[in-house]
């Protein structure tokens, strides 16, 4: 088994160990709850990407109690019973469906509590609130005179460790009796006339149906949550409304009675203060971020619930959707297995790069699609699964490699003569049946594809055809193969052998090793991919003068008949002839360093044009030693080394 072949396969091995390895510690990372700040962080950012509604819904109106009105007052409590039952009578008269009430009335505030108490009595669509409280506090109850009926709710607000609010709530129990969330009072009341009342779920009577939609109960470990308190029937906000969205009065403009009638009738009309002076505001996903909203006033908060229950019920929207820690779990281990398959291959740091980058970027939009589309899916963990998978097994692949190059020591570069007098041997370092030429050739079909617009699916085929212009596509395959696949980085002219003056030579085994070569390493490379298609390669190589003058450096260029060479020819070409059958088209001449990383003085890789065109030049400019072709030098006796 090959080298590469044994690395690969460990290496696979070893990076999906990894990829389960890592995927089994994210999942254990989330279900300690350390994650979950960053994936609330992640709802809240999802939240904030969804289109805002420019206009929220129509059927609900705010009346605000702001600064402004509370001066105007010009007493505290700024609101008595007789100013509220002025508001309240005002109200009654544009005929409002339902009327809602977010200020807190366990107790008189004199002067009014007898008139108070006779609307409030008389006037079956006004909801006040109470708090229902908790194991540190006694809640605030609703007014005596509606303790018995279904006017009230309470207004408690679900807030997450980071005081952000992501969750409604619409039941309770409280010492043996089950109350209901203002909100849910207020959409129950508006439903009423709609003839929709809450049902229990036909598939799963634990689940309530509110008109087109059954709402799921939030349980404890719900998207990104672990553990979270989810007593009581909770729903996940959607906030679809983009704050301040919902039409709104002061309270003055109210008391002035100078409104439209239409704007409140037969709508849901809210009560409740904006103020700094009285604190009732809440974070909400919309207050972070680069364009953060101020925090929402209370009133504001019951709305957007309220909206909601609305949606689910005439609109038919759903409930944003999580999935099961079964799903979750597989979801990341997915992933993490990719990102390690990727760690394994990719053997380029920038390619590397660029995969994990798009990578996230795919995890990203897919979890943001997801979310538009009523689904949160886990993005956290598994972005830290695809990073730490990747990484890892970028890690253990390198030093597996190392390993595995330490154990398994391929035979010493052999040396070449470089003279003359010796040029003919150089046809023994050219070897087409090599183990890594072969994968050369293969995975450069899909170029020849490609290149030909599928009139050729194989390199036989083309070959078969024969003509200048499909030979020179075959050529083309294999050089973009060579420089889009492969990362081979440029070396300098390599050591002689000290005791026989021999040039060390790299087999393709050394260079798919090493990842490198010098011009003479790669156009040997090359000159063995030709011959494995069973073109006529042929070796040339150039006296270069250094850029100083000071001494001269050889050079190696791959030429190739387009066109089938007469039998009979020398293995050492006349040079003069050289530069004539370069001019006419019937050698085409490549410079093989155009396909690597690293050469002197260029930034990037050379196109097949590019590389043709630079060959040319340096043949014009340069003395050429010798050209020698590989397949007559075969013919005559010149023998392939041994190779593995």
Request: hydrophobic content about 45%; glycine content about 6%.
């Amino acid at each position: 088994m090959s080298i590469r072949r044994r690395l690969l396969r460990s290496a696979l091995a070893v990076s999906l160990l990894i990829s389960v390895t890592v995927s089994f510690g994210v999942i254990l990372c989330r279900g300690f709850g350390w994650l979950e700040p960053w994936e609330l962080a992640a709802y809240d950012w999802f939240i904030r990407l969804r289109p805002r509604a420019s206009v929220s819904d129509p059927r609900i109106v705010l009346i605000i109690i702001n600064e402004e009105d509370i001066h105007f007052q010009n007493q505290w409590p700024f609101l008595t019973d007789v100013t509220l039952t002025h508001v309240l009578k005002i109200l009654t008269q544009y005929q409002p469906r339902v009327i809602g009430v977010d200020i807190f009335r366990d107790m008189p505030v004199p002067p009014g509590y007898e008139e108070l108490k006779d609307i409030l009595t008389s006037n079956r669509n006004i909801i006040m609130v109470m708090k229902a409280g908790g194991e540190t506090s006694e809640g605030i109850p609703p007014p005596v005179v509606l303790k018995d009926t279904e006017q009230f709710g309470f207004s408690d607000i679900l807030v997450d460790p980071d005081d952000v609010v992501r969750r409604g709530l619409l039941f309770l129990g409280d010492r043996g009796r089950t109350i209901y969330s203002f909100a849910l009072r207020l959409a129950l009341r508006y439903l009423q006339a709609e003839g929709i009342l809450p049902q229990p779920d036909v598939s799963d009577p634990r689940h309530m149906r509110l008109g087109l939609t059954t709402i799921r109960p939030f349980g404890a470990n719900d998207g990104g949550y672990v553990g979270a308190d989810a007593r009581g029937y909770q729903f996940l906000l959607d906030f679809q409304d983009a704050p301040g969205s919902f039409p709104s009065l002061t309270l003055t403009t109210l008391l002035s009675e100078k409104i439209d009638r239409e704007m409140l009738r037969d709508k849901i009309v809210l009560v409740g203060v904006n103020a700094e002076s009285v604190k009732d505001f809440f974070r909400t996903p919309y207050s972070q971020g680069r364009l953060a909203e101020r925090d929402m006033p209370g009133v504001e908060l019951h709305a957007h619930i309220v909206n909601q229950l609305l949606r689910f019920a005439l609109d038919g929207n759903s409930p944003l959707a999580t999935v099961s820690d079964l799903w979750e779990g597989g979801w990341i281990l997915f992933w993490s297995v990719v990102a390690g398959v990727i760690g394994c291959w990719v053997r380029s740091p920038q390619r590397f790069f660029q995969s994990v980058a798009a990578g996230l970027l795919i995890l990203g939009l897919i979890a943001l699609f997801a979310f538009l589309n009523g689904w949160w899916i886990p993005l956290i963990p598994t972005a830290l699964a695809w990073l730490f998978s990747a990484v890892s097994a970028v890690i253990v692949t390198t030093s597996l490699s190392d390993r595995l190059s330490a154990e398994v020591r391929l035979p010493p570069l052999p040396p070449w003569l470089n003279d003359d007098k010796h040029a003919i041997d150089i046809a023994q370092y050219v070897i087409e049946t090599d183990e890594f030429v072969n994968k050369i050739v293969a995975s450069a079909t899909n170029e020849l594809r490609r290149i030909t617009d599928h009139r050729y699916v194989s390199f036989a085929a083309a070959v078969e055809a024969g003509g200048p212009d499909t030979l020179r596509e075959v050529v083309e395959a294999l050089y973009l193969q060579l420089k889009n696949d492969h990362h081979f980085r440029y070396e300098d002219e390599r050591g002689f052998d000290v005791v026989t003056g021999g040039q060390f030579i790299r087999l393709p085994q050394h260079i798919a090793q090493e990842n490198r070569g010098t011009c003479m390493d790669l156009v040997l490379l090359f000159l063995g991919c030709l011959a494995n298609v069973k073109l006529w390669p042929v070796y040339v190589q150039l006296r270069l003068r250094s850029e100083n003058g000071d001494r001269e450096v050889d050079h190696a260029l791959t030429a190739i008949w387009l066109e089938e060479p007469y039998f009979n020819r020398e293995v050492c070409l006349n040079l003069a002839h050289l530069h004539q059958w370069v001019a006419n088209g019937r050698l085409l001449l490549l410079d093989c360093t155009g396909f690597v990383e690293g050469y002197p003085r260029r930034q990037y890789k050379l196109s097949f044009a590019e590389a043709r065109e630079e060959a040319q030049k340096l043949l014009e400019r340069n003395e050429a030693r010798f050209a020698v072709d590989i397949r007559r030098a075969w013919e005559t006796g010149v023998h392939v080394v041994s190779h593995f």
